[in-house]
T-cell receptor, first 114, second 112 residues
Framework: NAGVTQTPKFQVLKTGQSMTLQCAQDMNHEYMSWYRQDPGMGLRLIHYSVGAGITDQGEVPNGYNVSRSTTEDFPLRLLSAAPSQTSVYFC?????????????FGPGTRLLVL | GQQVMQIPQYQHVQEGEDFTTYCNSSTTLSNIQWYKQRPGGHPVFLIQLVKSGEVKKQKRLTFQFGEAKKNSSLHITATQTTDVGTYFCAGGIGGGSEKLVFGKGMKLTVNP
């Protein structure tokens, strides 16, 4: 039981490049979410999903796309990377809605955009 | 939008000291959760409080949820070097409790 896994662990991009951050969970949790963490800013919600086929925007969705074709996977796509997207990205899952349930976080992806 | 404020943002204590950190929301929360993040790590769930006025203890950590469900506190007694890290509170918002709003965190350092 791996819990929540994220790949890659580190990534360097050039401005304008696109990439996908992978997130997978084997806990059979319905709810998954993506956060970014910047120094002094805490964790800010990017997108979330309450189940396969359903996604919604969080606090800072611009520049990111998500899809949820299966319960297990919730990839985050950067369409055209910008230096402002340099951050640490965490994926999380919970049995039900995040607001009422323990969030299980993945180890994070550290992204640098040059 | 909804905000969850944590004070202080930084706390430096001598090993063995007690201290309290606070979390305040502009709106009523369905529940409050506390997480701890070690340097270079990911947030790890500590506890969830749901009821008005609820108090829970985990060894040297005491968590409290305010009567109005808009604020919370974390009290640590006899701080140890293993307590080092950043502590986040997060509030559940919305009727469906689909979102968590995180505070900016309280970074704790301990002088041995």
């Amino acid at each position: 039981n791996a819990g929540v896994t994220q790949t890659p662990k580190f990534q360097v991009l050039k401005t304008g490049q696109s990439m996908t951050l992978q997130c997978a969970q084997d806990m059979n949790h319905e709810y998954m979410s993506w956060y970014r963490q910047d120094p002094g800013m805490g964790l800010r919600l990017i997108h979330y999903s309450v189940g396969a086929g359903i996604t919604d925007q969080g606090e800072v969705p611009n520049g990111y796309n998500v899809s949820r074709s299966t319960t297990e996977d919730f990839p985050l796509r950067l369409l055209s990377a910008a230096p402002s997207q340099t951050s640490v990205y965490f994926c999380a899952c919970s049995y039900e809605g995040a607001g009422g349930e323990t969030q299980y976080f993945g180890p994070g992806t550290r992204l640098l955009v040059l | 939008g909804q905000q969850v404020m944590q004070i202080p943002q930084y706390q430096h204590v001598q090993e063995g000291e007690d201290f309290t950190t606070y979390c305040n929301s502009s709106t009523t929360l369905s529940n409050i959760q506390w997480y701890k993040q070690r340097p270079g790590g990911h947030p790890v769930f500590l506890i969830q409080l749901v009821k008005s006025g609820e108090v829970k203890k985990q060894k040297r950590l005491t968590f409290q949820f305010g009567e109005a469900k808009k604020n919370s506190s974390l009290h640590i007694t006899a701080t140890q070097t293993t307590d080092v890290g950043t502590y986040f509170c997060a509030g559940g918002i919305g009727g469906g409790s689909e979102k968590l709003v995180f505070g900016k965190g309280m970074k704790l350092t301990v002088n041995p």
